[in-house]
Antibody
Framework: EVQLVESGGGLVQPGGSLRLSCAASGFTFSDHYMDWVRQAPGKGLEWVGRTRNKANSYTTEYAASVKGRFTISRDDSKNSLYLQMNSLKTEDTAVYYC?????????????WGQGTLVTVSS | EIVMTQSPATLSVSPGERATLSCRASQSVSSNLAWYQQKPGQAPRLLIYGASTRATGIPARFSGSGSGTEFTLTISSLQSEDFAVYYCQQYNNWLGTFGQGTKVEIK
């Protein structure tokens, strides 16, 4: 059974940093592109960024709203995905989901974690 | 960036009735369109990909159609568990974008 479990959310002050983790199981993690998607309270879904797999050099992409502040990484030996968030703003407050891209050429998300809440507030 | 626009924002439907949700792309996304269902407090769940292919375990009452810029999700006979928010997502390019969602509520 595919499982994605996020952790690391919490309350942080504006300008602060936080690192989210996503533990994956039940599939060959190293084969898949992995993404982060967020959802502000009462709002819709916003794609945050992606890390490709080893075959595609672990390259990353980011939404304009987080580029330069957020960094996605992965550790295939630990079946884990990470999101390092720096220079946090109040508008970064959201539930952050890790999601598995179906394949390297189809970027829809066939599995999602349960999400972890990040609150940026003073 | 491809902008996805869903309509209506809210759809009031009685159980057993048909629901039709629309999603429009600002430029062609071919058939690279997915639909997700999200219930309160839960993560989104994949319903449809490739515009019309049901994901594993999705009931046949859910169907998707369309290509290019116009897409439709149809729920043929609404069950109590179908009242939720539905999102479309294009994945024609690496920057996958979501629509703003349609809330299907009980009439």
């Amino acid at each position: 059974e595919v499982q994605l479990v996020e952790s690391g959310g919490g309350l942080v002050q504006p300008g602060g940093s936080l690192r989210l983790s996503c533990a994956a199981s039940g599939f060959t993690f190293s084969d898949h592109y992995m993404d982060w998607v967020r959802q502000a309270p009462g709002k819709g879904l916003e794609w945050v960024g992606r890390t490709r797999n080893k075959a595609n050099s672990y390259t990353t992409e980011y939404a304009a709203s987080v580029k330069g502040r957020f960094t996605i990484s992965r550790d295939d030996s630990k079946n884990s995905l990470y999101l390092q968030m720096n220079s946090l703003k109040t508008e970064d407050t959201a539930v952050y989901y890790c999601a598995r891209a179906s394949s390297s050429w189809e970027y829809y998300f066939d599995y999602w974690g349960q999400g972890t809440l990040v609150t940026v507030s003073s | 960036e491809i902008v996805m626009t869903q309509s209506p924002a809210t759809l009031s439907v009685s159980p057993g009735e048909r629901a039709t949700l629309s999603c429009r792309a600002s430029q062609s996304v071919s058939s690279n369109l997915a639909w997700y269902q999200q219930k309160p407090g839960q993560a989104p769940r994949l319903l449809i990909y490739g515009a019309s292919t049901r994901a594993t375990g999705i009931p046949a009452r859910f169907s998707g159609s369309g290509s290019g810029t116009e897409f439709t999700l149809t729920i043929s006979s609404l069950q109590s568990e179908d009242f939720a928010v539905y999102y479309c997502q294009q994945y024609n390019n690496w920057l996958g974008t979501f629509g703003q969602g349609t809330k299907v509520e009980i009439k």
